[in-house]
């Protein structure tokens, strides 16, 4: 079983909408929980992180984490063509050494 | 002026061959990372520095060590090279731990061996 889980995709939603990328994670013991943003043929950018439940707003990204249900999702309103990239869920474990585990990503494209 | 830099950008080597990728971070962070993505664009942590000492060591063979010479450099050491080693290893930095933003990414070493 994956330690952390995103569908694959291609996500496809017109612009204007919202979308919607979900990840689950298996760890109980995850603590910190990160959304990442990968252009093609690009580095990868940290572009949110939550660590309480609920949901943590930065512009137009929404991050919202549900610690029972070991459950966060990234909300990006009002898409626009330049937020199609590929979105890396990723969870922090605790311990001596902080465990990072990364989900395989999913794909996102805005249709214009 | 670029705020993280690896050298070089392509390694090509073969089998068996020690290697090594530098990073350097002109930003005054404190804390620098390696990150590896595989063929399939997996992508995984492997080392974490905070000031020079190591603070997250993922699962990944003893071939790799990390060395950080400095709280600007934190170098990549591969001894015996293996095909499962081809792969693009990012190096990063950020102000604080993995949930500090910004974090700075560099351009990526594409690794590949034959």
């Known amino acids: 079983q994956k330690e952390v889980e995103q569908n694959s995709g291609p996500l496809s939603v017109p612009e204007g909408a919202i979308a919607s990328l979900n990840c689950t994670y298996s760890?109980?013991?995850?603590?910190?929980f990160f959304w990442y943003r990968q252009y093609s043929g690009k580095s990868p950018e940290l572009i949110m992180f939550?660590?309480?439940?609920g949901d943590k707003e930065d512009g137009r990204f929404t991050a919202q984490l549900n610690k029972a249900s070991q459950y966060v999702s990234l909300l990006i309103r009002d898409s626009q063509p330049s937020d199609s990239a590929t979105y890396l869920c990723?969870?922090?474990?605790?311990?001596?050494?902080?465990?990072?585990?990364f989900g395989t990503g999913t794909k996102l494209q805005v249709i214009p | 002026d670029t705020a993280v830099s690896q050298t070089p950008k392509y390694l090509v080597t073969q089998m068996g061959n020690d290697k090594s990728i530098k990073c350097e971070q002109n930003?005054?962070?404190?804390?620098m990372y390696w990150y590896k993505q595989d063929s399939k664009k997996f992508l995984k942590i492997m080392f974490s520095?905070?000031?020079?000492?190591?603070?997250i060591n993922e699962t990944v063979p003893n071939r790799f060590s990390p060395k950080s010479p400095d709280k600007a450099h934190l170098n990549l050491h591969i001894n015996s090279l293996e095909l499962g080693d081809s792969a693009v290893y990012f190096c990063?930095?950020?102000?604080?731990?993995?949930?500090?933003?910004?974090?700075?990414f560099g351009d990526g070493t594409r690794l590949s061996i034959l």
């Open positions: 520095y905070n000031n020079k000492e190591l603070i």
């Open positions: 760890d109980r013991g995850s603590q910190s």
């Open positions: 930003l005054g962070h404190d804390t």
């Open positions: 990723a969870t922090l474990g605790d311990g001596g050494y902080q465990k990072v585990t």
């Open positions: 990063a930095s950020s102000q604080g731990g993995l949930g500090s933003r910004p974090q700075h």
């Open positions: 939550i660590y309480s439940n």
